[in-house]
C-alpha cells in the first residue's frame, strides 16, 4: 500500500477505534489520525509476530482492517492512559 492508503486507512481506523471507545480525549482528529495510522502499523506488526500472517495484503482486505483498527484502540487506550496522568 502507498503511503496515501496508509494515511487514509489510518484516519478510517482511528475514526472508528474512536466509536468503539467513546469519551472526552485531549486532542483533536489530528491525534486520532496519528493514532490511527500508528495503530495500523502496530496491528500489522502484531499479526506478523503474534500469528505469523501478513495481514497487511492490501487496502481492501478485511485482515488489513482489523489489524489496523486493533491497534489503534490498543493506542488510544494507552494514550489516554498517559494524557489522564497528567
Not at 484516519?11 to 489530528?30: E, F, N, S, V
Not at 509476530?49 to 487506550?77: H, K, P, Q, R
Amino acid at each position: 500500500m502507498g503511503i496515501l492508503a496508509w494515511i487514509l486507512l489510518g484516519l478510517l481506523a482511528g475514526i472508528i477505534a474512536k466509536m468503539l471507545m467513546p469519551g472526552k480525549d485531549p486532542g483533536g482528529i489530528i491525534i486520532t489520525t496519528l493514532i490511527g495510522i500508528a495503530g495500523g502499523l502496530l496491528g500489522g506488526w502484531l499479526g506478523k509476530v503474534i500469528f505469523d500472517v501478513d495481514s497487511v495484503d492490501g487496502f481492501f482486505e478485511l485482515s488489513t482492517w482489523i489489524a489496523a483498527i486493533v491497534g489503534s484502540v490498543i493506542l488510544l487506550a494507552v494514550y489516554r492512559l498517559f494524557a489522564r496522568r497528567k
